[in-house]
């Protein structure tokens, strides 16, 4: 068949494929196979469709039975392979099919495909075999210098082994071929991988040297003399690098960097002994002043520089209207003393005094900008704290004032917003007062109703909606934001919990569905970009293209929402046993939980605090992470031991292994349970700082009885294995299992535990999160329970109610077979589970005819602001609605599933 023939039959798959009409793809693959059944390029699109469909083991079927040893296939088919196994992110199948690909068709075009297979694999020592291959077959210098390339990346690996070995290795290859051919005319390729070598081989002077000689190739030449100005840091040459960085700035005078390598240059000429009076002057006095504030020689006179909060004061005075003023001043505030403090604050009261008496121009907005950046210092410097509880509220009136004016700027807007919600979530995290809280969500509501481009009145609303557990307006709002690609690794930690706390299980599967395939665009993406890197000659990215691959693979976002959804579709998805235990069980490998890494961005929401407040943020991240990593290995060790029972009546699972992987998980679960009951106690609370991640409620959890009867199934199922293993007949296994009426009363007291509306827990307001999380745990429990009296049944054998009997009049009579009594007893159980689940949906019905109570939500809010609290009315309505039917919502969901699941 003609190439042109073969597209042009092709060409409607492909089309409805780009168009995303995976159905009309899989139609139109099977018009051409009926026709053409040998079409191997069709098979594989239809794979695709497959993959596009989720039905990876139909795919790897079809796929297997093209790509097999010794088979010649066209470019369509081995393009279209390609596709798939991308698409089902294995890529090392497409490393194999381009193996047998180059043992059928060894040329050039083959090896370089095979080549970049193991770019995406991350097998260097075979890029480097590879990369060898093609220089010496096809003598293209390109394919030598991926090679080396390759060895410099082993180097990277290998640190140890690098230094030794392998930087010497890719030098003295480099050195062999450069010489042969020289530096190739308008490339950099050469080049960057020179100073790779080089600066792994940590011979600076020689980059430097390197870097002055006249280059005729495409390597601009700020990276040039940044490469310079590291190497005169690494080895302390601070006056050259004087001279090179302030012969940038004359030329690039906005260049960030080369101003930090000027301040840098200043102070090492300093602690070298160089007279610092001549070096203080042309710099940035105030980063000098910074960097030596700990310095050790106090000898050092600074005070050619002026004080530290006089230059501060004559920043703010020109550059007051910028928003990024303050955030400018703050990284310098930790240098002041008490007294230079006091200083400064007076002299900025003066200042506002002076600009609030002056007239303003027309469309300029110098005042707010003068308040903004005045009453964030003052906020800072803790002269908030000091202010009456009535003036506090008469400053929060005025900002209210100035927020709602028609004239103001958003950015202006958005930096007031900010201001006032940070005096009134300081209230509720120190004080507990949940009405001037309830107050700060009625401001940034109506703040992001009439502020488009402010995403931080956004993100706040967020995470106070993440603490009371509204899913609703959580979801709403992260759609608005419109969090792109590698941000959802930073930011996906202010709304990942919130849906399985609250009992939305189907939600809280789609929005980890979400996140997880994140991972898998950007490790392609990644991938394609190193690709494209290593075929550009942009070497000085590949070292940073796999540090970044390797950062997302090792998040811990990642591997929570993989485990969560194995965990989520097990208990509430899934209804084939099998599938059940295939999915509980995951990858094969263990996982390694001290590599995954913290990516959480927990300073997006701005902060003006003091700088003690950096040590709590700093204690919160490292417990907050702890916490997150505990609840997802509890997840983990709870599938892995559900499996571990399942796999014993596996026949694909050696007996030895089965029995084996029984006792390591069961007691791996029990383990990290009982180390969790002892790291947290059962009156933690949730941090309340604004930039704290959404509650997980982990301790409640743990200390409650809903692990009882979980614990009490799997000590069963290891003893009725061993015994069964033995040849015994278990015929007591009510004292395993423990009696129906025990887990009556079990499940019983978990549902009374619940609060309920007539009783109430201590905190009346937005009570009604305690019992949604609450039900949604127990619910939890008895999904595992089910699954669990339901594997053990199957230890046992399969039952059958009754056998069709023909009898002499030819009718067949239905004859009880006599069935096994721990089956019959397992079944009691079951049923029990399913009466405690209807129990549970009565009271949940209770639940929800409570979120109409008035006492629900606060109801004297703002009544102390004035005229200005009409405002917090008009939007009042609003939000109050939305909670209630959040609240609504999640418990119905919750019912929802336990008329499906139970």
Not at 774 to 785: D, E, K, M, P, V
Request: charge should be negative; hydrophobic fraction near 40%; glycine fraction near 4%.
């Amino acid at each position: 068949m003609s190439q042109a023939i073969l597209e042009r039959r092709l060409r409607p798959i492909y089309d409805a494929l780009d168009n995303l009409n995976t159905k009309k793809a899989l139609q139109e693959a099977d018009k051409v196979l009926k026709k053409h059944p040998d079409t191997a390029a069709a098979r594989v699109l239809k794979a695709f469709c497959f993959i596009r469909n989720e039905k990876l083991s139909e795919a790897i079927e079809i796929l297997d039975s093209i790509d097999v040893p010794g088979a010649k296939h066209d470019a369509n088919t081995i393009l279209a392979l390609v596709s798939c196994y991308k698409e089902a992110v294995i890529p090392e199948r497409i490393t194999r099919l381009y193996e047998r690909v180059c043992e059928v068709e060894p040329n050039e075009a083959n090896y370089t495909q095979l080549f970049m297979s193991h770019v995406r694999t991350r097998e260097f020592k075979k890029q480097q075999l590879i990369g060898m291959k093609l220089f010496k077959e096809f003598e293209h210098t390109p394919y030598y210098y991926w090679g080396v390339m390759a060895v410099i990346m082993q180097a990277i690996e290998n640190e140890q082994l690098g230094k030794k070995m392998l930087y010497p290795l890719a030098e003295k290859m480099f050195d062999t071929q450069i010489k042969k051919t020289g530096y190739t005319k308008g490339s950099g390729a050469e080049l960057e991988l020179e100073i790779l070598i080089l600066e792994g081989l940590e011979k600076y002077e020689n980059v430097i040297e390197l870097l002055k000689k006249p280059l005729d190739n495409r390597t601009p030449v700020i990276f040039i003399n940044q490469k310079r100005a590291d190497c005169y840091v690494k080895l302390e040459k601070f006056e050259d690098l004087r001279i090179l960085s302030e012969k940038m700035l004359e030329e690039f005078s906005d260049d960030w960097i080369m101003w930090k390598h000027r301040i840098e240059a200043t102070i090492g000429l300093i602690k070298q002994g160089n007279d610092h009076k001549k070096n203080l002057l042309g710099t940035s006095r105030l980063e000098i002043i910074k960097k030596f504030n700990d310095f050790e020689n106090k000898t050092i006179d600074l005070s050619v520089l002026g004080k530290p909060e006089d230059l501060i004061f004559d920043f703010i005075q020109k550059f007051y209207t910028r928003p990024t003023c303050f955030n400018d001043v703050q990284i310098y505030f930790p240098i002041l003393s008490s007294s230079s403090k006091s200083s400064l604050i007076k002299s900025l009261d003066g200042w506002i005094k002076e600009i609030s008496e002056n007239d303003e121009e027309e469309g300029k907005e110098t005042k707010v900008w003068a308040i903004i950046v005045y009453e964030r210092i003052r906020r800072v410097f803790g002269e908030w704290e000091k202010l009456s509880k009535l003036e506090q509220r008469q400053l929060l009136q005025q900002f209210i004032a100035q927020i709602i004016q028609p004239s103001i700027s958003e950015l202006a807007q958005g930096a007031l917003s900010n201001l006032a919600s940070s005096g009134l979530w300081d209230s509720w995290r120190k004080e507990d007062n949940i009405e001037q809280f309830y107050e700060m969500i009625l401001l940034l509501e109506y703040v992001a109703q009439h502020n488009e481009s402010d995403p931080v009145c956004k993100l706040e609303l967020i995470r106070a909606y993440a603490h009371m557990g509204n899913t609703v307006r959580v979801t709403a709002l992260t759609k608005s934001l419109d969090i792109k690609s590698v941000q959802n690794d930073t930011l996906g930690y202010l709304s990942f919990p919130i849906f399985e706390v609250a009992g939305r299980f189907n939600l809280a599967i789609i929005v980890n569905t979400q996140l997880s395939v994140i991972y898998d665009q950007a490790e392609k993406e990644i991938t394609e970009s190193n690709i494209a890197a290593y075929k550009n000659g942009k070497f000085e990215q590949v070292p940073r293209l796999y540090a970044l691959s390797e950062r997302m693979s090792k998040s811990s976002q990642a591997v929570g929402c993989d485990v969560l959804n194995r965990y989520l579709s097990s208990l509430f998805v899934l209804d084939d046993l099998d599938g059940i235990i295939t999915t509980c069980y995951g990858d094969e490998e263990p996982i390694n939980w001290s590599e995954y890494v913290d990516n959480r961005d927990l300073n997006v929401i701005p902060t003006t605090e003091n700088e003690n407040y950096q040590t709590i943020l700093d204690d919160m991240k490292s417990r907050t992470f702890k916490e997150y990593i505990d609840v997802i290995r509890l997840r983990h060790s709870i599938c892995r031991a559900v499996s571990s029972v399942g796999r014993i009546t596996r026949s694909d699972v050696p007996k030895e292994q089965s029995r084996k992987q029984l006792i390591d998980e069961i007691d791996a679960f029990s383990k990290h349970l009982e180390q969790c009951q002892k790291d947290y106690q059962s009156f933690d609370v949730a941090s309340r700082l604004p930039q704290s991640p959404a509650p997980l409620f982990f301790a409640q959890w743990i200390h409650s009885a809903c692990f009882k009867s979980i614990q009490r199934f799997f000590e069963a199922s290891k003893k009725i294995v061993e015994q069964l293993d033995a040849g015994n007949q278990i015929e007591n296994i009510e004292s395993l299992l423990g009696s129906e009426k025990d887990l009556e009363i079990e499940l019983n007291v978990l549902i009374d535990s619940i609060p309920s509306p007539d009783r109430k827990p201590s905190s009346t307001y937005f009570w009604l999160r305690e019992p949604i999380c609450a039900s949604s745990r127990i619910l939890q429990t008895l999904a595992i329970t089910k699954i669990q009296l339901r594997i053990i049944s199957r230890l046992f054998g399969s039952e059958k109610k009754v056998e069709q009997v023909p009898t002499k009049s030819k009718k067949n009579v239905q004859i009880p077979v006599k069935t096994n009594p721990n089956i019959e007893f397992i079944n009691k159980l079951l049923e029990q589970i399913k009466k405690s689940a209807n129990l549970l949906s009565e009271k949940l019905g209770k639940l929800i005819g409570a979120a109409g109570e008035e006492d629900l939500l606060p109801n004297k809010v703002a009544e102390d602001l004035g005229t200005t609290r009409l405002v917090l009315e008009t939007v009042r309505p609003t939000v109050d609605s939305r909670i209630r039917r959040s609240y609504v919502m999640a418990l119905e969901d919750q019912q929802t599933t336990i008329q499906s699941r139970f």
